[in-house]
């Protein structure tokens, strides 16, 4: 099992519902504050049969056994085997484990975390998960409130923070009607070429204003600083609703990807997932890339390849790859002529639980099956009664390793294109293909996109395998 970040293991507590013992809490609190404060990371999903064991009797004793006393100090062992009251587990906590946990990590405030302990050790009965998992412990939350004052003129925003548990439920997450017109938030960890995942449904904006938006699943180097983004958005346009990948720094390249937005959108779960490299940033859905985007200063900026099967955008000015994670709900402003309320609260169903991020590879490897040009069709499989067949282009920038693989059951000529920055495609190579055997080539210059063109030399000619696979040196990683 790979590192479990502390957030990650909090966030286990959102299982617990109202009810839930305190012992059965515990068990999994202290089991990894006891794990991190000598390991210094959780290598193992928590469990009351690894970590300890605790029993609350009917009378007012408590008594807790340690069942793994390889990783603690003979202090704690004392301590918690002896009998304790309420007040004395947080007491104990907080001295004991205290500047051990702000080791581990300097946002811990082992105060904070024996005050909520003795609460829940004192009264059971009142336990819910939202006791242990604060939300404004990892986000910034601000909501934009331009209610019509009588002092100064309406038209002044007035942006200010609120608490992230009131409008980020197991709910989703809300903007209240009234004069709101966004509720933005961020969180507090910057992070270095970092991913996000949301496992969600999104809301149906089909009954609001064009204008509306909702960033779900991304990320921004701080409140619209221009100089990075790489998100999600839902918007309503005035032709319906819309989905865009989002990437850029000084301008903003909306991306279309709409005709990859799944039919079942607003009713089914879906899993959305960014990937930010040192290269540009990758966009997928239920595990399929359905975008990608490149800052390349010196490019004109634009998208360079359309969906389906996925579209490319190249941005014309740097993008910062440290970044906060991002989830907004927008209203259109009103304007100063006609300020009313919006147009009603909208909810993003989005739990908490489900949205996860951290800090990744700058350059993962990557498979891609190669698809016919602009077609959802893969070219693996494919016939070809007549001319010759062109895959979709695929990224390759930033990429050390570039090596397609093609087989057909037909001799024939594949042709290896590459796109050039005056946005013409150009015969990097042209190699032979025998019949029914596997060809490997492999760009060994750089290059922004690739495609290949397969001219079999008999018809009709079946594409047995077509795909490539990008990786990275160790050197640059």
């Not at 509306?212 to 619209?224: D, I, K, L, R, S």
Request: glycine content about 6%; overall charge neutral.
């Amino acid at each position: 099992m790979g590192k479990m970040s502390r957030r990650d293991a909090l966030s286990m507590f959102s299982k617990i519902t109202v009810g839930a013992t305190t012992a059965s809490l515990l068990s999994g609190l202290l089991g990894y504050l006891i794990g991190s404060s000598s390991k210094k990371e959780v290598t193992k999903i928590l469990t009351e049969k690894e970590y300890v064991t605790v029993t609350r009797p009917e009378t007012m004793t408590r008594t807790m056994t340690i069942t793994r006393p390889e990783i603690v100090t003979q202090t704690i062992t004392q301590t918690f085997t002896t009998t304790c009251s309420g007040a004395d587990v947080g007491s104990v906590l907080a001295e004991e484990l205290g500047e051990e946990l702000r080791d581990v990590d300097k946002d811990v405030i082992p105060e904070e975390i024996a005050s909520e302990l003795e609460q829940t050790w004192t009264s059971s009965t009142s336990l819910t998960a939202k006791a242990m998992y604060n939300l404004n412990r990892y986000y910034r939350m601000r909501l934009n409130d331009y209610t019509p004052p009588s002092t100064f003129p309406s038209t002044v925003r007035r942006p200010y923070c609120v608490d992230v548990n009131a409008y980020w439920t197991d709910n989703g997450y809300m903007i209240p009607s009234g004069y709101y017109n966004y509720l933005a938030t961020y969180s507090r960890a910057s992070l270095l070429y970092p991913f996000v995942g949301a496992y969600t449904k999104l809301p149906d904006l089909t009954p609001f204003p064009s204008g509306t938006e909702v960033y779900f699943c991304g990320f921004e180097h701080g409140g619209n600083t221009r100089t990075g983004i790489a998100t999600f958005r839902l918007a309503r346009t005035s032709n319906g609703v819309a989905l865009y990948a989002v990437y850029g720094s000084r301008n903003w390249l909306f991306i279309d990807v709409t005709s990859r937005l799944l039919s079942d959108y607003t009713t089914a779960l879906h899993y959305y997932y960014v990937k930010v490299n040192y290269w540009g940033a990758e966009f997928f859905i239920d595990n399929k890339l359905v975008a990608v985007g490149l800052d390349i200063p010196e490019a004109a900026q634009g998208v360079r390849a359309t969906c389906p099967p996925y579209a490319i955008g190249v941005t014309d000015a740097p993008v910062i790859k440290r970044m906060h994670t991002l989830v907004e709900i927008g209203f259109p402003y009103p304007t100063s002529a006609n300020i009313r309320p919006n147009p009603g609260s909208l909810t993003l169903p989005l739990r908490p639980f489900w949205f996860r991020w951290g800090e990744g590879e700058p350059n993962p490897p990557r498979a891609l099956r190669l698809y016919q040009a602009n077609s959802a069709s893969l070219m693996a499989g494919a016939s070809i009664l007549s001319g010759s067949m062109t895959s979709h282009p695929v990224p390759v920038y930033g990429r050390t390793g570039k090596t397609f693989y093609f087989q057909a059951n037909q001799a024939g000529t594949l042709l290896i294109e590459i796109l050039t920055l005056s946005g013409n495609w150009r015969t990097y190579d042209s190699v032979s293909a025998s019949a029914n055997i596997l060809l490997s080539y492999s760009i060994a210059g750089e290059a922004i996109l690739a495609r290949v063109t397969f001219t079999p030399s008999t018809y009709p000619a079946t594409i047995n395998e077509a795909e490539c696979v990008l990786s990275q040196s160790c050197e640059k990683e």
